[in-house]
T-cell receptor
Framework: GAVVSQHPSRVICKSGTSVKIECRSLDFQATTMFWYRQFPKQSLMLMATSNEGSKATYEQGVEKDKFLINHASLTLSTLTVTSAHPEDSSFYIC?????????????FGSGTQLSVL | EDKVVQSPLSLVVHEGDTVTLNCSYEVTNFRSLLWYKQEKKAPTFLFMLTSSGIEKKSGRLSSILDKKELFSILNITATQTGDSAVYLCAVGLTGNQFYFGTGTSLTVIP
């Protein structure tokens, strides 16, 4: 089945630093990738949708200058949390869907636990 | 406004019980309904439903979709502690959009 790789799985950083999270589709071309944030025992909160080669579409309330998303190729999307602060600490997870054979399902990365000190 | 609602939000049962999780939706351009199980990390795919009345089954889990009444149920029979997880329902729309419900947190007590 389709595989999405996300890394790093865990990041601990100081307040004010920037953190980049990568999401790769390993065996299919991901025309669309999604980035979510999740708090403990809660559902996935969609942050943004990115289509390859175009600007990401951000959900209401998500600061695009703080959460930079790049989807430069059909197999890679990145989320950069700029100038991270403790309130940005959370579980971030990506998902992808692709060409007709795979586009009806979402395939998830394994998630990144971000802790900002 | 498109929305997906899951109920109950949380559920605690004993091993061996049968549970039914609900997912109702109001969306335009419905394409599919998907169920995922999430334990500690990434959600894992359970079922994808596109047609009404056709039950999908995998072991002790089964699911069915009603496109007229706009809901789906996920059944788990003879529950085990390993079934403890958050169960997510997502509705896929045309144009690669997906809406997630709030999730149901299931806890199975030995």
């Amino acid at each position: 089945g389709a595989v999405v790789s996300q890394h790093p799985s865990r990041v601990i950083c100081k307040s004010g630093t920037s953190v980049k999270i990568e999401c790769r589709s390993l065996d299919f071309q991901a025309t669309t990738m999604f980035w979510y944030r999740q708090f403990p025992k809660q559902s996935l909160m969609l942050m943004a949708t990115s289509n390859e080669g175009s600007k990401a579409t951000y959900e209401q309330g998500v600061e695009k200058d703080k959460f930079l998303i790049n989807h430069a190729s059909l197999t890679l999307s990145t989320l950069t949390v700029t100038s991270a602060h403790p309130e940005d600490s959370s579980f971030y997870i990506c998902s992808a869907c692709g060409q007709p054979a795979t586009n009806e399902k979402l395939f998830f990365g394994s998630g990144t636990q971000l802790s900002v000190l | 406004e498109d929305k997906v609602v899951q109920s109950p939000l949380s559920l605690v049962v004993h091993e061996g019980d049968t549970v039914t999780l609900n997912c109702s939706y109001e969306v335009t351009n419905f394409r599919s309904l998907l169920w995922y199980k999430q334990e500690k990390k990434a959600p894992t795919f359970l079922f994808m439903l596109t047609s009404s009345g056709i039950e999908k089954k995998s072991g002790r889990l089964s699911s069915i979709l009603d496109k007229k009444e706009l809901f789906s149920i996920l059944n788990i029979t003879a529950t085990q502690t390993g079934d403890s997880a958050v169960y997510l329902c997502a509705v896929g729309l045309t144009g690669n959009q997906f809406y997630f419900g709030t999730g149901t947190s299931l806890t199975v007590i030995p």
